[in-house]
């Protein structure tokens, strides 16, 4: 809410009739349909659910919501507040109420962040260009190309946010950003009328993280979630390395890359591998080798047995049949040992830290090394596919119209989520300038 201004006034005329009915039918377009969904009573059992602040946040834009509205055969209840009550009101509290009435809920996108005094805002479902808000408590917490919905209040020739602000996930509202685009149809959406469907989106957002938290799924590039396999097949004579070694140099489908080590690559990869990565849902695993082929297991020859590891079940039923044929003769057959990813991941929060994993290192130093290798890891990143590019690489995305507007949404999202790392987290102010500017972006960057 606007620094220094009040609604209070305007929230205790709410329990007058007639305002108190109408108003609650408003509330009930916003988080009706919600509770049905969820078995949820009333109104105040949100709270339970989710979080107090939210609950009485999302009240707070139903009730914005409803001051804008003209009831049949009653009128504004701003119009009747301030007629009967205005002169109680301190000049600045009458200018922003009235300006209430005419203020309308949208989505938009946040740059140019300056803490306790700005930010700019850009209505990504009106268009247009991005325009200064004066705000000093949200812009402490806010992220650059954050999206919220709010609504925005023209006040004394500046403007400054309503006391409904909700941040939209970028997924989700891509998907309301969808909706307003195909709005032709029986059941058009009106643009000036989305603060009920904002409400929706985001209490089945906040609903879904509590009862369903998100726990990202990783798949490699045939879409086959990740699972650590290690083949073991004991040699059948320990005489017989060389002829092993010999066999897999040998092979076109094994790279060597130290010695008794080899990558299993893939050196043509099906455009529609990664089709299937998209259609899983999936964070992608994805490695390629030195020559760009696509990394499908690795093999290391020991004083005793041959072992490859792999990522998924697939893999492995596959690459023991790639081994068995290759030294058909010199191996037995092989034994399986698995994992996890949650198990791994387990066993490496669990085990204690060592002196090794843990150098002391100056942090001018500790960010110029997770720089260099951001740099190295974005600058692969760019002729690979990409799952939200619809399996383009960034190079390719960005020579198409639709592929830059996606460039744009996934540029964005790295920023964003870099600068929610904390500020003694090198990757907090990793600059992505130069990503811009290799893909002839910088235009969008506003």
């Not at 946040?110 to 000093?136: H, N």
């Amino acid at each position: 809410m606007a620094s220094s201004t009040s609604v209070s006034g305007l929230i205790k005329w709410l329990a007058k009739d007639p305002w108190r009915d109408a108003f609650l039918g408003v509330l009930d377009e916003h988080v009706g349909s919600v509770l049905d969904d969820h078995g949820l009573l009333q109104f105040d059992d949100l709270a339970g659910l989710i979080d107090v602040h939210w609950t009485m946040t999302v009240w707070g834009c139903a009730f914005e919501d409803f001051l804008t509205q003209d009831i049949p055969g009653t009128g504004y209840m701003i119009d009747d507040y301030l007629k009967r009550r205005g002169w109680k009101e301190s000049a600045r509290n009458r200018a922003y109420i009235a300006a209430l009435k005419s203020a309308v809920m949208s989505l938009y996108e946040v740059s140019g962040i300056k803490p306790g005094e700005s930010f700019q805002a850009r209505d990504l479902i009106r268009g247009g260009e991005p325009v200064l808000i004066s705000e000093r408590t949200a812009t402490k917490t806010m992220r650059p190309w954050d999206r919220l919905a709010l609504r925005v209040v023209k006040l004394r020739g500046s403007r400054v946010i309503g006391g409904g602000l909700l941040p939209i996930d970028i997924d989700e509202s891509e998907l309301l950003l969808k909706a307003v685009e195909n709005k032709a149809g029986s059941d058009p959406i009106q643009v000036d009328g989305l603060a009920p469907l904002i409400s929706r989106i985001f209490l089945e957002s906040m609903i879904e993280q509590v009862i369903d938290p998100d726990e990202p799924v990783m798949v490699n590039s045939e879409g086959d979630a990740i699972e650590f396999i290690r083949i073991v097949f004991r040699l059948t004579d320990q005489a017989a390395h060389a002829a092993v070694r010999k066999a897999l140099d040998r092979s076109s489908e094994l790279e060597s890359v130290a010695s008794d080590q080899w990558d299993w690559i893939e050196r043509q990869n099906p455009a529609g591998k990664f089709g299937r990565a998209k259609e899983q849902g999936g964070l992608a695993w994805i490695t390629k080798s030195s020559s760009g082929g696509l990394v499908l297991g690795n093999i290391e020859l020991k004083a005793r047995t041959i072992e490859m590891s792999v990522n998924s079940q697939e893999r492995a039923e596959r690459g023991q049949r790639v081994l068995a044929e290759l030294l058909k003769g010199m191996v037995d057959f092989p034994l399986l040992e698995r994992q996890t990813l949650q198990q791994a991941l387990n066993e490496q929060s669990e085990a204690p830290p060592s002196d090794a994993e843990l150098p002391a290192i100056d942090p001018e130093e500790r960010r110029r090394i997770i720089r260099d290798a951001m740099d190295r890891h974005y600058r692969e990143q760019l002729d690979e596919p990409i799952l939200a590019l619809d399996g383009l690489s960034p190079r390719t995305a960005s020579k198409s119209d639709k592929g830059r507007q996606k460039l744009e949404t996934w540029l964005k999202r790295l920023e964003n989520q870099n600068a929610r790392h904390e500020s003694d987290n090198p990757m907090s102010s990793y600059d992505t300038t130069w990503l811009w500017e290799e893909l002839g972006m910088t235009d969008r960057r506003k």
